[in-house]
């Protein structure tokens, strides 16, 4: 069953930049799929962050860098200059390819604060 | 503002059945698939529908999707109080100007009565 864990630090100061990594078991990065990057402000709604490397939100697109390291199962979501705007629970998934698009499974998220 | 328009709120009684929509544009959901994703309190969002109106492995079929020109509609019959949660729809938008962008409805809160 294929399970995904995001990881990284809970609390980034303003101005810097948010890393997080996403650690896929059950299965791998490097199948016939995308990986996602999505969030959630607090008491707020979904908003997509992008996916692979080359889709991105055009809000975010000139601050957002999503690699994947295949020898460790892994994807990052790079976040630069961030503000109190970007407090959220940040989620990783799998995409679909194709024009049959759509996320699953999630990770359980994980809650980053910007503040000083 | 959320591309897609959800209802904030809706309720109904414990087996009954409720209704959740969800307005694009030609654009978004006029040209592409929908799905639904659940979201219980305190929790990941989990895949519902894709496809407009299909369900994935271990969906029970109180779920159905619907899509008919540029709106989508999520329907839950036999309610439990196990589906109060937020549902949100989706698909992908490719609107002039966007590059092509994946956009969620803001969200509608099922409360079980």
């Known amino acids: ?116 | 503002q959320s591309v897609l328009t959800q209802p904030p709120s809706v309720s109904a009684a414990p087996g009954q059945k409720v209704t959740i929509s969800c307005f694009g544009r030609s654009s978004d959901i006029g040209n592409n698939y929908v799905s639904w994703y659940q979201q219980l309190s305190g929790t990941a969002p989990k895949l519902l529908i894709y496809d407009n109106d299909k369900r994935p492995s271990g969906i029970p079929d109180r779920f159905s999707g619907s899509k008919s020109g540029t709106s989508a509609t999520l329907g839950i019959t036999g309610l439990q109080t196990g589906d109060e949660a937020d549902y949100y729809c989706g698909t992908w938008d490719n609107g002039p100007g966007s590059g092509g962008i994946w956009v969620f409805g803001g969200g509608t809160k099922l409360t079980v009565l």
């Open chain 1, 1 to 116: 069953q294929l399970q995904l864990q995001e990881s990284g630090p809970g609390l980034v100061k303003p101005s810097e930049t948010l890393s997080l990594t996403c650690t896929v078991s059950g299965g791998s990065i490097t199948s016939n799929y995308y990986w996602a990057w999505i969030r959630q402000p607090p008491e707020k709604g979904l908003e997509w962050i992008g996916s692979g490397n080359t889709y991105y939100n055009p809000s975010l697109r000139s601050r957002v860098t999503i690699s994947m390291d295949t020898s460790k199962n892994q994807f990052s979501l790079n976040l630069r200059s961030v503000t109190a705007a970007d407090t959220a629970v940040y989620y990783c998934a799998r995409k679909s390819r194709g024009s049959s698009i759509w996320f699953d499974p999630w990770g359980h998220g994980i809650l980053v604060t910007v503040s000083s």
